[in-house]
């Protein structure tokens, strides 16, 4: 049971509206080992928190359950504060498209693909996430999207599906054997989905947005911002990113002996991060493409794609226990801080 609890209505008046309040989350999670170290964890936890610009305290209450108070480090740091590249896509378009579905003119199919047998966090695609099933995720923020006028999930398993079809989207096949293991190429899944759909449908979808259920704080905003920034650039694939937590400019290599040596050549004189050149990590939330031009590649993305960028509190991409923690962290922080807002609008 996960538990959120915002202290909104207590906040003085001279804290800035944008300002989010101290919140205090308490967790538990049964899929941690209680025999497994949690230091690590906690350690990373607190970094991930000072990367986007909060403080974090916490208190073991058990060897699995954890208190965590975040609250900002400064009165002008908020949630949101990466520009999304949809500011530049027309939004008046988005906000009416959303009245009437299919109102954008897009002709997007969302595939969403999850492979059941994953090794390093069993059952991923489908463990409780804030009350729901991982995928469902996915497929809540795709049928939210107002570019998407269809949700299909392409997995070798029939768990898989039979959840996948109680949130919402279509699983009109299973995965062939030579398309589920670890191994899989990405392409040909993909392009199997695309060659069932042709098929069905009698001609190819104009888009396709590939996402994965393992990004599961990718909002249904990102999704129409991904294809939006695809079509208004004339773009013939794009993914999203955010900004990399960490500059290569601080990076080192070690030798046998523990001498480290830079990465990067670094220019003279004392070096501010502020000065130094953004840089973005492709986040693996969502890819977009066009089917006609997908098949005459060997790889999702061509030559020259576009990235749409993303906050980092919603670039999360779990592939382990420590990943999932986070996500839940992040969400119950996200639900407690909207919370805050509205209780903020209230006094």
Known sequence: MIVATGVSSELPRSIPRRTSPSVTVPISLPILSTTRAISPPL????????EIGWSSEIQIRANISFDISISPLYASRQAHAVPNSAAKCNRHRIHSCRLEKNGSGMNCVALITARGGSKRLPRKNILPLGGEPLIAWSIKAALSACN???????????????ISRQAGAEVPFLRPDNLSGDKSSHYDVVKH?????????????????????????????????????????????AFCVSPVEVHPAYFYRLNEHHQASLLLPRPPGYMRSQDLEPLYRENGAGYALRPETLRQRDRILGPDPVAYVMPVERSIDIDNELDFFLATALLEFAKANDAGRQGEQLV
């Open 193 to 237: 989905a695309v060659d069932w759909l042709e098929e069905d449908e009698g001609s190819l979808p104009s888009e396709v947005v590939l996402l994965q259920p393992t990004s599961p704080l990718r909002s249904s905003e990102d999704i129409d911002g991904l294809l939006e920034l695809m079509q208004s650039e004339g773009a013939d694939s």
């Open 148 to 162: 998407v006028r269809r949700v299909v999930v392409s997995t070798d398993s029939e768990e898989i599906a039979t």
């Open 43 to 50: 350690a990373s936890i607190r970094a991930t928190a000072s």
